[in-house]
């Protein structure tokens, strides 16, 4: 979807540079949830008073485009499906409007917290050259993780990315529409009238995501990287996925077909259930999450 969100369009722009001082939230907690773009005017409505959207050269819409790095028997898939207390992932993101590029290390810290650390990636984006694969070797042994020594370019997933930060500070929260998964020439997409809606704050409940549950929204367990690879791989285990990729992705293979109808308007259930996805991130860059 490269059109405008609908019920945004009042928001005030926030430049760049504001965006990382008013919601930089080095520590954060990130709840994730589907949401079905009609009710998004009506969540958002009277934001413009505490609200401002991300804006470059007058664009506050943005394509990212991301290549997960794994190991040939996909040990931080399965080290995500299985929740292991300690785990990584290693991605490299483009931002595709401005050109920068990014190499980037999540790690989980065995208490439920992640660390997101990265760099400026100067090489293509399906390749780890010698500086970004340096940079995660350094990360992981500070994590006290070996780093695998066969990393290899796996699912790529692209999306455009509204981010809206709250005027005072206390939560970020970032629309993804036109979600694609590619994998060894397959490809899923989300469905049109679905918004992936990720809240990202320091703590609590906020004002956004009271709004979403006063239509019945919930927060979902839903990972870009583990759910698109298990909906492009049908012989991947992915159970805790299948529920929400039924309901957002327009063709998963190996996985039944959404249902016919969408739920909408108030009251109606927009996110496949409960199962919230938390943790605690510490980040560093001039880009925005």
């Not at 008073?49 to 819409?61: C, E, H, K, P, Q």
């Not at 394509?63 to 898939?77: A, E, G, I, N, V």
Request: aromatic share 6%; with cysteine.
């Amino acid at each position: 979807m490269s059109a405008p969100l609908p019920g945004l369009d009042g928001l005030a722009p926030m430049p760049l540079a504001e965006v990382n001082e008013r919601a930089r939230l080095v520590s954060r907690v990130c709840r994730t949830y589907l949401v079905p773009v009609e009710l998004v005017p009506a969540v958002f409505a009277g934001a413009a008073a505490s609200f401002g959207v991300l804006t470059i050269g007058g664009r506050n819409s943005f394509r990212y485009s991301s290549t997960y790095m794994d190991t040939p028997d996909l040990r931080t898939f399965h080290d995500h499906r299985r929740c292991r207390r300690r785990r990584f992932k290693v991605r490299v993101r483009s931002y595709v409007d401005t050109g920068a590029r990014m190499c980037e290390v999540k790690t989980k810290d065995g208490r439920g917290g992640t660390d997101k650390t990265r760099i400026d990636h100067a090489g293509p984006q399906d390749l780890l050259v010698p500086e970004s694969r340096a940079f995660v070797e350094r990360t992981l042994r500070r994590y006290g993780l070996e780093p695998p020594g066969d990393l290899r370019p796996g699912t790529v997933t692209d999306y455009r990315r509204t981010t809206l930060v709250a005027l005072g500070g206390g939560e970020r929260v970032t629309l993804d529409t036109g979600l694609a998964g590619i994998r060894g020439g397959r490809t899923v997409r989300m469905r049109p009238d679905v918004v992936l809606v990720e809240v990202k704050t320091p703590g609590g409940r906020t004002p956004t995501e009271r709004r979403l549950h006063e239509f019945g929204v919930r927060a979902t367990g839903f990972s870009k990287y583990t759910a698109l690879t298990a909906a492009l791989e049908p012989g991947l285990p992915g159970n805790r996925w299948h529920r929400s990729v039924r309901y957002c992705l327009d063709r998963a293979p190996g996985v039944a077909a959404p249902r016919a109808t969408t739920p909408s308007g108030p009251g109606a259930p927009a996110a496949p259930g409960p199962g919230v996805t938390v943790g605690v991130s510490r980040e560093t860059s001039t880009h925005p999450g």
